[in-house]
C-alpha cells in the first residue's frame, strides 16, 4: 500500500492545456517534494514545500501543500510537450531520514 | 545539490551472474540511497548506505542479494548477485546533501535487463 496516492495515474493532454496531479494522504509530513523522471533519466527535483498551506510557483507550474501537510498538488498552466515526463510526489518526516514516494503520474502533452 | 553519475548506464546480463554498479557523487555526502524502478513505475528503496556503517536493508532486500559498499563520502557500488530475469530493472543511486532533511537528489541510473 503507498503512503501517498497520486492521481491521476496518467494524463494525455494537448499542448496550451492546464493539468493538475494530486497526492494525497492520511498522514502528516514535515516536506514534500516533487520530481520530475523523462524516459532514460533520473528523478529531477522541481520543488520542496514544507509549510502547510504554502504556495509556489516556478514559471508555468504551482505547487501547494495542504493546511494539514497531508496532500499537495501541481497545476502546469499552458502545457508544453517538454513538461511531459513522470512526476512523482515524495513525503519526508522529520523523524525518518527515508522519503515515501507516490506512485506516479504519467503526463505526456501532445503537440 | 548535487551532480551524481553512474556506471553502467545500462547492460544485458545472463542469469546467475553478478553485476556491480557504481555511483559517484560530485561532493561528500553522508547519506546515500539506492532504489530500484520499473520503467514508468515508482520508486522501491532497496537500502541505505552510510559512510562507515552497514547498509540498512528494506523489507524484502537482502545483503546477500543486493551487497553494498560505501568506501568513501563520495562513492558507493551496489551489486546484483546471481540475477535472474525478476532483476531486470532500473537502479538508481541518490544522495541527500542536507543530513536528512528530505530533498534527494538522483543519479541517471542503470537500466539492467537479465535474459
Known amino acids: 500500500t503507498q503512503l501517498l496516492e497520486q492521481s491521476p495515474q496518467f494524463l494525455s493532454i494537448q499542448e496550451g492545456e492546464n493539468l493538475t496531479v494530486y497526492c494525497n494522504s492520511s498522514s502528516v509530513f514535515s516536506s514534500l517534494q516533487w520530481y520530475r523522471q523523462e524516459p532514460g533519466e533520473g528523478p529531477v527535483l522541481l520543488v520542496t514545500v514544507v509549510t502547510g498551506g504554502e504556495v509556489k510557483k516556478l514559471k508555468r507550474l504551482t505547487f501547494q501543500f495542504g493546511d494539514a501537510r497531508k496532500d499537495s498538488s501541481l497545476h502546469i498552466t499552458a502545457a508544453q510537450p517538454g513538461d511531459t515526463g513522470l512526476y512523482l510526489c515524495?513525503?519526508?518526516?522529520?523523524?525518518?531520514?527515508?522519503?515515501?514516494f507516490g506512485a506516479g503520474t504519467t503526463v505526456t502533452v501532445r503537440a | 545539490s548535487a551532480v551524481i553519475s553512474q556506471k553502467p548506464s545500462r547492460d544485458i546480463c545472463q542469469r546467475g551472474t553478478s553485476l556491480t554498479i557504481q555511483c559517484q557523487v560530485d561532493?561528500?555526502?553522508?547519506?546515500m540511497f539506492w532504489y530500484r524502478q520499473q520503467p514508468g513505475q515508482s520508486l522501491t528503496l532497496i537500502a541505505t548506505?552510510?559512510?562507515?556503517?552497514?547498509?540498512?536493508?528494506e523489507s524484502g532486500f537482502v545483503i546477500d542479494k543486493f551487497p553494498i559498499s560505501r568506501p568513501n563520502l563520495t562513492f558507493s557500488t551496489l551489486t546484483v548477485s546471481n540475477m535472474s530475469p525478476e532483476d531486470s530493472s532500473i537502479y538508481l543511486c541518490?544522495?541527500?546533501?542536507?543530513?536528512?532533511?528530505?530533498?534527494?537528489?538522483f543519479g541517471p541510473g542503470t537500466r539492467l535487463t537479465v535474459t
Open positions: 541518490s544522495v541527500d546533501t542536507a543530513g536528512g532533511a528530505g530533498e534527494q537528489y
Open positions: 515524495a513525503g519526508g518526516r522529520s523523524n525518518d531520514y527515508k522519503l515515501s
Open positions: 561532493s561528500q555526502v553522508t547519506m
Open positions: 548506505a552510510n559512510q562507515g556503517s552497514e547498509a540498512t536493508y
